[in-house]
């Protein structure tokens, strides 16, 4: 007899909530490794956004410490973009977050094979395992980019008065700071989602009767 029970999107998401309050230490560190990742993303993006604005001004000093501060100039060019090794610094710590997200979310299926088997024992279909499971990455996803934005945000505006004064943060297009925090965020939801993805898979595929027999 094929399992039938399915539950509301609203259930569903105050169950995740609740598996997120129950390990919320947990959670905390599953977050904080991705608002590490999205933070220092932001705080690239955004020095990038102070940059351009001060080369805009087109002041010659500002021009030179730029240039070596490491940013690309080409002589006669309108923009300026970061360095090769900047963009590499960035791909490797969202790879290095990815990792992390992907082996708490495991540790996190196998202890709760238990709780897996019961919900399957009483009916629950295979993509509401994955649903909930995707909620909850969905949720920490969210929560940590949104936090790690910010925080590179503020640390990259405050780095630039440190180097450049208030004329950092007067000749600023803030349009383009707040792009490069939904950029972060963006980013940063989507690594938590695909990080999620196989424990997601690997929990629904669980056999019940393998689930329960699992000692804790």
């Known amino acids: 007899m094929k ?3 399915k539950l ?3 259930i569903s998401l ?3 909530l609740k598996n997120i309050s ?13 608002v590490l990742a999205v933070a220092f993303l932001a705080f690239t993006l955004v020095s990038n956004d102070v940059a351009q604005s001060l080369f805009a001004v087109g002041d010659i000093n500002i021009t030179g410490k730029l240039s070596t501060l490491g940013y690309d100039i080409s002589p006669g060019a309108e923009s300026i973009s970061a360095s090769a090794k900047q963009r590499w610094i960035v791909v490797l710590s969202l790879l290095v977050c990815v990792v992390g997200i992907v082996n708490a979310q495991i540790m996190s299926v196998s202890e709760r094979f238990r709780e897996i088997g019961t919900m399957k024992c009483l009916g629950a279909l295979d993509g509401l395992v994955v649903k909930i499971f995707i909620i909850e990455a969905g949720i920490q996803g969210m929560t940590g980019s949104l936090f790690g934005s910010l925080l590179g945000m503020i640390s990259a ?5 440190l180097r450049f004064g208030m004329l950092s943060i007067s000749s600023i297009s803030w349009v383009a700071v707040l792009n490069s925090m939904a950029t972060g965020i963006l980013i940063g939801t989507m690594l938590s989602l695909l990080g999620a993805l196989y424990p997601a898979y690997m929990a629904a ?3 019940p009767v393998d689930a329960m027999r699992v000692e804790q």
């Open 3 to 5: 399992r039938l029970a």
């Open 8 to 10: 509301p999107l609203k």
């Open 14 to 16: 105050s169950i995740a």
């Open 22 to 34: 129950v390990r919320f230490f947990r959670s905390m560190i599953t977050t904080l490794s991705l």
């Open 157 to 161: 505006l405050l780095m630039g008065m």
């Open 205 to 207: 595929r669980m056999q």
